[in-house]
């Protein structure tokens, strides 16, 4: 099967410089969607017309696991015009399924479907009952049969009346593709070359139009605007909470989540309002996530919480921790079980085993650090010397003060104290007490300044 995505539009509505098929839905791009979806039938030619922003557009198929050939459409004069272009790139002996760049939400099974009824000879139409069918292409019966389609600039008020609607969505056999392709005229209100003119040529020629019918309408919803763009990103995070709902998940409010990847959840997984969930995230069973976490790219393992205004990037959760409120772990933190990461503490590329604890206002950048560890309020390992990385090791059951700095490279022994205040720039010995605050002294006579009024 040869695919089709046509993806040339410059999308004027969207009222942005981004071309209209890179603008994401759920994280994707709106092509990609596409793209995925074309990938899941294994298609054995895929070629994607280009046009408006080609070069953006080609950056993205660039990316691709797998070669996708392009075809520019330099003019946009219709859908059918723009399919012509693609003609080169396409196999005769297999059908070509035609889709669209700006309508990501079909599914495989539906379109597996019209492939199904369409076979390798006739015409197929992904079809679909709206109640309000204005500017769209609607769909021509006699006796039950498609006898062609009539766009809603070209209908009349009882053609108009038709609530079966065309989606664009059409598979045919190629070689009869390129035929009628070439036969089409742009005799039409828009004066373009309409794909659908194509449906009336293979009723002429014998050829057997049938259709078939996509799970819900939204499939079939194309994006044309900053509001349908929101309509369709609501419509698609609903069915993944309703995915997540039939799973066993808690959603407090299946309204307010945003999935943007791929989420694995376990059984007993509690998940609170405004969470974001982006690239590929694995929770454990029994998770609780409460309100408002932006989570990316992670894995937070059984029976873990993360409090409320976290943000984790990149990152592991061992099992039964406690992250937050307001802690942000960012890439490269690894944390064992039972770790407690508390508010406005921040992991960087760092390492944390069993049982350890940071409640409150640190940061451990590039830093090793062991089992039952203590960390202070405001310590910070000073990683960062203006040019390179260094790292910080804290052996096991090691306690650090608050307010104290860690300058690496520097190693913190087994069991070591390290008093509150102190500046570590040499490796503090195991099992001993390490202090760098000067000695406190009080200063005799001395006066507050006080404001000089004027």
């Known amino acids: 099967m040869n695919v089709v995505i046509l993806a040339a539009g410059m999308g004027k509505r969207m009222q942005s410089a981004l071309p209209k098929v890179l603008h994401p ?48 459409q330099a003019q946009q004069l219709g859908t059918g015009h723009a399919v012509i272009q693609a003609l080169p790139e396409l196999d005769d002996n297999v059908p070509t399924l035609i889709l669209y760049g700006d309508v990501p939400l079909t599914t495989a099974a539906s ?3 019209l492939l199904q009824v369409a076979g390798n000879d006739k015409l197929g139409i992904l079809t679909v009952e709206q109640d309000d069918p204005t500017g769209l292409g609607r769909i021509v019966r006699e006796n ?4 062609r389609i009539v766009e809603q600039k070209d209908a009349n008020d009882s053609e108009r009346a038709i609530k079966e609607i065309n989606s664009g969505i059409m598979v045919a056999p190629t070689r009869l593709l390129k035929k009628w392709l070439g036969n089409i005229k742009n005799n039409n209100a828009q004066g373009e070359y309409y794909l659908t003119d194509i449906v009336a040529l293979a009723v002429a020629d014998g050829v057997p139009v049938v259709s078939a019918q996509p799970s819900a309408q939204w499939e079939v919803a194309g994006v044309n605007s900053k509001v349908q763009l929101a309509e369709l990103e609501r419509i698609h995070q609903r069915n993944i909470a309703n995915q997540l709902l039939e799973q066993g998940v808690t959603l407090l409010d299946p309204s307010r989540i945003d999935v943007r990847g791929e989420l694995i959840c376990g059984r007993d997984v509690t998940i609170d309002v405004g969470c974001v969930f982006e690239g590929k995230v694995e929770i ?26 976290c943000h984790i990037e990149e990152a592991v959760v061992g099992e039964a921790s406690l992250i937050g409120p307001y802690a942000r772990l960012r890439p490269g933190t690894v944390l064992a079980e039972d770790v407690h990461v508390g508010n406005f503490v921040e992991i960087k590329n760092g390492q944390v085993a069993a049982h350890s604890k940071a409640n409150h206002l640190a940061y451990i950048g590039d830093a090793t ?6 960390i202070g309020a405001g310590v910070i390992t000073c990683n960062y010397d203006g040019a390179n990385k260094f790292r910080t090791v804290i052996e096991d059951d090691a306690f650090i ?3 104290s700095q860690l300058v690496a490279p ?7 104290t390290l008093g509150a205040g102190t500046t570590l720039t040499k490796d503090a010995p195991a099992g001993k007490l390490t202090v760098s605050r000067p000695r406190q002294v009080t200063i005799e006579n001395w006066t507050r300044p006080v404001k000089i009024k004027k």
């Open 144 to 147: 039950g049969h498609i006898v």
């Open 284 to 309: 454990g069973d029994g998770v609780h996530i409460a309100a408002h976490n932006v989570i990316v790219n992670a894995r937070i393992l059984a029976g873990a919480q993360i409090k409320p205004f």
């Open 111 to 113: 379109l597996r479907g």
């Open 25 to 72: 839905l759920a994280g994707k791009p709106l092509l990609q969607h596409v793209l995925d979806t074309a990938r899941s039938l294994s298609a054995s030619r895929l070629c994607v017309i280009v046009g408006h922003g080609g070069a953006a557009v080609q950056a993205l198929l660039d990316k691709q696991p797998t070669p996708v050939a392009t075809a520019q």
């Open 410 to 416: 520097v190693t913190v022994g087994k069991g070591a």
């Open 401 to 403: 003060g608050s307010d």
């Open 369 to 374: 650090i062991g089992s039952r560890v203590n």
